[in-house]
């Protein structure tokens, strides 16, 4: 099955959670990757039952916002504004859209959805991870020099257009998010109240872990094992970009999939970003801003974001934390170096969160 979203990477994992009487473990295979749902002190006709519709669902999402295959409702709308048409789209897409434009805006245009071309000439629009060298800096300039962004989307209820061709539509650095939030939701619905889903290392929580809070575990990004672990509460996201997993390689130089869209290429001061919040889809828009903002301005851009719990870890293994990430996150083993930065005070006040 070809994979929707480009960063689905098992950064993090679930600790401490041995099976028992009281858990259920459903694994699903959308998105291209492993969805693991757990729920604590659930029926077992109403967990399966549960889990049999939140399946049907996140595939129709795999088939319709599949960035570059099939037929699916984000092939066509890249199709139409490509030849500068208008589009009508799902109610559930536009909504989508118009939070992706506010994120873009939190985060001075870091967050970009609409560099898909980019991504794509770097050869990240595919199933196995490319080869070769890098793409011709001048096809590179010439897609950065068009400047397709998230402002450039004209949105009239559903109704879509635009009158930058350059713009191509990739939901992988933000759809997963809003993803999990669906699950969390629908599971709520059936009257799941105690769960974890987790797809391909990132994840929401619903409730407890019977008598202590779900807690998990962030993986190194330059190493085997866990560089720490932290505490999820009921309806918290945990999301991380890495630069790591995802790449192409030539000549001994890594070019990482998370592209900066000022320049046409690759970040390479962060290893990973992890944010928690309660809303997946801004924690995973989020996620892949700070890594482009790297050591030096995600403060500012989290700020903006209106976040408070975020950890970087930069390409020599530094950690720089927010203080209310370091009161969560606990290291394991040896600590590495790391910094404890409040928020920039004299930083831009958040920007109204989407609707």
Known sequence: MPRLLSGFFALLWIVGCSPGSSERHQTLYVFGTLLEVTAYGAGADDFDRAVRGLEEALQQMHRQWHAWQGEGELVRLNRALAEGRILQVDAQLAGLLRRAQVYARQSDGLFNPAIGRL???????ADEPPTG????PAAIAALVRQAPGMADLEIAGRWISSDNPAVQLDLGAFAKGYALNLAIERLRGQGIRNAIVNAGGDLCVSGRHGDRPWRIGVRHPQGQGVIASLDAADGECVLTSGNYERYREFAGVRYAHIIDP???????HVASATVISPDGALADAAATALSVAGPKQWRRIAR???????????EQGRVWLTPEMRARVHFEGTPPPFSVTPLDRDAPAPLPPPP
């Open 119 to 125: 991504i794509a000439l770097w050869g990240f629009h």
């Open 304 to 314: 903006r974001m209106g976040l408070k719990l975020v950890m970087l870890v930069d």
């Open 262 to 268: 000022r320049s046409g290429y690759p970040v390479r």
């Open 133 to 136: 060298p890098p793409p011709d």
